[in-house]
């Protein structure tokens, strides 16, 4: 149920939603069989690169991340990838790359955030937080880190490592 079109020599992104709104009204035109109407809908994810630019398959990875996207939205939608979104992607991609290629020590720290009792003045407890290491992608915050574990389903491998590590420093 998945089909790939290449379409060549765009002058502009505006182009290929022209050339999609065309596919989209062609192929949800219904569908008479015997004395029912059928009704088909097609949703798009695409992304508009220089051919020289961009690997086919990497190419095909983008669409599929907008496709993705465009089902997410609603059925019958389409999702033109930007270029900002293009460049999320990419950073999303470098970070589990790194993810999956090392191990937890190499790339996450620690820090500890104080939580005080205001009554007392004294440190009740603490937070344990976790860091990111590498310098690339740098300022990678937890609130951007945590959902992509999420996402790739490393969220467990990454909490049981923070337990073991917290509890060894402890």
Known sequence: DRFAIVLCDLMAPKNAEQ???????????PL??????LNVTCT??????????????????LSDQALTQAKQNRRGSVFLLSDKQQQALSRQR????????????DIFDLAYQPIIDLKTRNIASCECLLRWRPEQPEDLSA????????????????????????????
């Open 19 to 29: 050339i999609i709104d065309r596919i989209q009204l062609e192929i949800e035109q």
């Open 32 to 37: 008479h069989y015997k004395q029912n109407a």
């Open 44 to 61: 798009v994810g695409a992304t508009v690169q220089q051919a020289s630019a961009i690997e086919i398959s990497e190419l095909f990875k």
């Open 94 to 105: 470098q970070i589990i790359n790194t993810i999956k290629n090392s191990s937890p020590d």
């Open 143 to 170: 609130s951007e880190l945590v959902p992509i574990l999420e996402m790739f389903g490393d969220i467990n491998e990454v909490g049981l490592w923070v337990l073991r590590s917290s509890m060894q420093q402890l």
